[in-house]
């Protein structure tokens, strides 16, 4: 779904939806089509909705006004989870109005935040660059495997670090005789004996382009588990077993790797085993994506339940700009951190790089170095980095 956005009569700005592999089951729905054309993935209803409804009650809106532009958008939906108009629909326009709103006031989008923010800062990136789960073709369990460098002094020199990182990974695997295909996100897909391999093939990689994987450079994992769960019994490595042990099968992970976070180690509706895990106090960040949704109630249950520290933000899970910075508001005020990502199916729009910086959130999770719909988003992060501002150095 793209979206433009005319003021006074004039192109303004464009804003082009994202969508996923490894949906939540609670997001904002995004509508397809349905029936034979595209195999039922054609947007044609949304595009039409854009054109018509949504069309209409937005002319004579304000840009500048984000939130009474979301409130119209949210209302002329009325349906509480965006089925009816569709949150790719509402969403383009929610960004596109966004977007115009900092050519208007002449800001950059990073600057152009309603409300106040912690000090603006470059993120430190989640660099998915080994594919796993519902990303790829292969054996592996987990989605993502990153690589997060975190300590260097800019962001130039920790995006860098990052890419070696992932052309030593290359190598590696060329080697290993398990250089395959990439994923949906730009990282190389092997086929491996265990989950765990991917853990070492991580750190070898980080050793290999030269770099400490104690102090400079760390590992991220999305587990995605919702993806291999049935029951509360999870299906890795070849065996059944319930959250209990899939949590020491981690904590052991997380005393021999220098791992950062593991998002979404459980299933989406296994809030015990979310609690008792993040009762283990390790010192990492427990990331909830399909848990939150980046849904205010669900993150509200998160943090009264003490389910994980973290949080995923993806503007579509929500489906517009407004809700989406609100539920960040949450999560600041109970000291949760908030990684501001992607999805497995991306366009070139990098928004997000904005909204990571804007709210100083320090984190954002953008795939591999490599396809433009991935290196859309490192380049505006460059861009923004010319300005100036400091690298947040994370973990
Ligand atoms: P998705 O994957 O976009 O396929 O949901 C990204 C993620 O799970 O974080
Ligand atoms: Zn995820």
Redesign the pocket.
């Known amino acids: 779904m793209e979206v433009d956005c005319f003021v006074d009569g004039l192109f303004a700005s464009r804003a082009a939806v994202p969508s996923?592999?490894?949906?939540g089951s609670y997001e904002a729905v995004e509508l397809r089509d349905g029936g034979d054309l595209w195999h039922g993935s054609g947007v044609e209803k949304a595009v039409k909705n854009v054109n018509t409804v949504l069309r209409e009650i937005l002319v004579g809106s304000d840009v500048s006004d984000q939130g009474s532009i979301d409130k119209l958008l949210i209302e002329a939906d009325g349906s509480g989870n965006k089925s009816i108009m569709g949150a790719n629909a509402i969403l383009g326009c929610s960004m596109a109005a966004f977007r115009a709103s900092s050519l208007v006031r002449d800001v950059p989008l990073w600057q152009n935040l309603p409300g106040t923010w912690p000090d603006p800062i470059l993120p430190v990136p989640l660099m998915n660059i080994l594919n796993g789960g519902?990303?790829a073709s292969t054996n592996v369990d987990v989605?993502e495997f990153m690589v997060v460098p975190y300590g260097f002094s800019n962001f130039d020199s920790a995006l860098r670090a990052g890419t070696e990182t992932y052309h030593a990974l290359k190598k590696s695997l060329e080697e290993k005789g398990l250089l395959g295909g990439i994923g949906d996100e730009g990282g190389f897909a092997p086929s491996l004996q265990k989950n765990e391999d991917g853990l070492k093939l991580l750190v070898e990689a980080i050793e290999k382009a030269g770099y400490s994987s104690e102090t400079q450079i760390g590992i991220a994992l999305?587990v995605?588990a919702s993806e291999f769960c049935s029951l509360n019994r999870y299906s890795f490595d070849g065996k059944e077993i319930d959250g209990s042990e899939l949590s020491d099968i981690y904590s052991s992970w997380i005393e021999k790797y220098p791992i950062v976070s593991i998002?979404d180690p459980f299933d989406e509706d296994d809030w015990e085993s979310w609690v008792s895990f993040t009762e283990r106090g390790h010192d990492i960040k427990v990331i909830g994506?399909d848990l939150y949704v980046t849904n205010p109630s669900r993150l509200q249950r998160g943090i009264e339940e003490a389910a994980s520290n973290s949080i995923?933000i993806k503007p579509n899970q929500i489906g517009t700009v407004t809700e989406t910075l609100e539920v960040m508001r949450i999560a600041n005020t109970a000291g949760f951190d908030c990684v501001v990502?992607h999805?497995?199916?991306e366009t070139s729009d990098d928004t997000i790089a904005d909204i990571a910086v804007g709210t100083g959130c320090g984190w954002i999770k953008t795939g591999a170095p490599a396809r433009s719909d991935r290196t859309s988003k490192y380049n505006q992060l460059l861009r923004i980095s010319e300005s100036g501002l400091p690298y947040a150095k994370g973990a």
Do not use: P
Not at 20 to 23: F, W, Y
């Open positions: 996923g592999a490894s949906t519902a990303h989605q999305d995605a998002e994506d995923l990502s999805r497995s199916g």
